[in-house]
T-cell receptor
Framework: AQTVTQSQPEMSVQEAETVTLSCTYD???????LFWYKQPPSRQMILVIR??????QNATENRFSVNFQKAAKSFSLKISDSQLGDTAMYFC?????????????FGTGTRLQVTL | SAVISQKPSRDICQRGTSLTIQCQVD?????MFWYRQQPGQSLTLIAT?????????ESGFVIDKFPISRPNLTFSTLTVSNMSPEDSSIYLC???????????FGPGTRLTVT
């Protein structure tokens, strides 16, 4: 079974600064997907970014980018130019794609607080 | 991405009763997923619902406690049966894009059992 570990329960960053959230995972699979989700106080789960394991290039979405190290099984999220609206819980998730049930396995989450 | 709605958004229920949560998607999808998020915790998959077949439950979750219906390709329900305070959680449904494997979530149902 796959496991996802987020070792930082809480982090804080000042507005406009850069912060990196850590995620490691354990799997014997070679083909898989990794995701970062954001959950603000509204509790809506919002997809931030996706990475396919077969792609060496790190995914980027505007101010959000990842550092994907497949050999080390590491998948960190970098948020640049942090904004107050980035305050939320961030969950790292793993998915092994199958034809019928590609379920997500989530980490325990990192609570990010962006301050003035 | 799919637009997903859930009803109710929140409810307070007495122990021993049952609550049915509805999930509606704005497009046809093959698979729908139901997750539970206990207070301050991460998300845990309850079951996967495929239209026209029995739902597939994860370890620790059983059909008698969490019966699921999937009558068509845009709708599903999850029932939380014989509730106890330990069932107090946020329940979320999600759907998966079969090409990108991205999963999109509904807004969740916050359930409190007293």
């Amino acid at each position: 079974a796959q496991t996802v570990t987020q070792s930082q329960p809480e982090m804080s960053v000042q507005e406009a600064e850069t912060v990196t959230l850590s995620c490691t995972y354990d799997t014997s699979e070679n083909n898989y997907y990794l995701f970062w989700y954001k959950q603000p106080p509204s509790r809506q789960m919002i997809l931030v970014i996706r990475q396919e394991a077969y792609k060496q290039q790190n995914a980027t979405e505007n101010r959000f980018s990842v550092n994907f190290q497949k050999a080390a099984k590491s998948f960190s999220l970098k948020i640049s130019d942090s904004q107050l609206g980035d305050t939320a819980m961030y969950f790292c998730a793993f998915m092994k794609p199958t034809g019928t049930a590609s379920k997500l396995t989530f980490g325990t989450g990192t609570r990010l607080q962006v301050t003035l | 991405s799919a637009v997903i709605s859930q009803k109710p958004s929140r409810d307070i229920c007495q122990r021993g009763t049952s609550l049915t949560i509805q999930c509606q998607v704005d497009s046809q999808v093959t698979m729908m997923f139901w997750y539970r998020q206990q207070p301050g915790q991460s998300l845990t998959l309850i079951a996967t619902a495929n239209q026209g077949s029995e739902a597939t439950y994860e370890s620790g979750f059983v059909i008698d406690k969490f019966p699921i219906s999937r009558p068509n390709l845009t709708f599903s329900t999850l029932t939380v049966s014989n509730m106890s305070p330990e069932d107090s959680s946020i329940y979320l449904c999600s759907v998966s894009d079969r090409l990108s494997y991205e999963q999109y979530f509904g807004p969740g149902t916050r359930l409190t059992v007293t």
